[in-house]
């Protein structure tokens, strides 16, 4: 949790207006006639704060809805990786895997392809949270990217999903020039508990 959490903060750092966007009014709230009520009232500041103008209070705002898993919001985040902001699109994209909805997975696949690194970063983190099994090949293509936080949220995410079909693209990591990447690969590795990859490891030793 804590690497996932380095690799969060790597990638917001490389995240640097944004359009107007038109949010759902009306989203579903299965809950009590209290619960209804509460949950509208906080969906309803929702869309108050990213209609603000001012940056902070539209990220504050998105990142609430990833920590406090506000499933109703789900559709706006959908909206947001439509954001020609990349710093929205970013944050959505964390936000998107903090909720745990398996539906976010082929937005964020799609968002692997994002023009920007530090979205393509985001989406491949969340889709390591959520296990994504069917983001393998592209999290594997993904480790050819030219941005080395993309490659690290790529190899992390990996590792987390745990896939043997990961092993070999991560063993050539290993020989990355960035040390940094091949930090990550030989720790993702260590998760997969690779024993095909020892011989590779034992000439970083003293690099790690």
Known sequence: MLKEIIITNLILASLTGSSSLEFPKNPEFNLTSRAVIKQKSIYQTIIENLNNPNFNVKARTINQIGDE?????????????????HRIRGMAAISLGKLENKEAIPLLILSLRDDHPGVRGSAALSLGR???????????????????????????????????????????????????IRENAAWVLGLLKAQEALPFLEPLSQDL
């Open 130 to 180: 959520l296990k994504a099994t069917e983001s393998i090949d592209d999290l594997i293509t993904a480790l050819n990217d030219k941005d080395h936080t993309v490659i690290v949220s790529a190899t992390y995410s990996l590792g987390i999903i745990a896939s043997p079909k990961a092993i070999k693209p991560v063993i050539n990591l290993l020989t990355h020039d960035q040390p940094e």
């Open 69 to 85: 898993k506000i499933t109703s919001c789900f559709e706006i985040l959908q909206i947001l990786l439509k954001s020609d902001d």
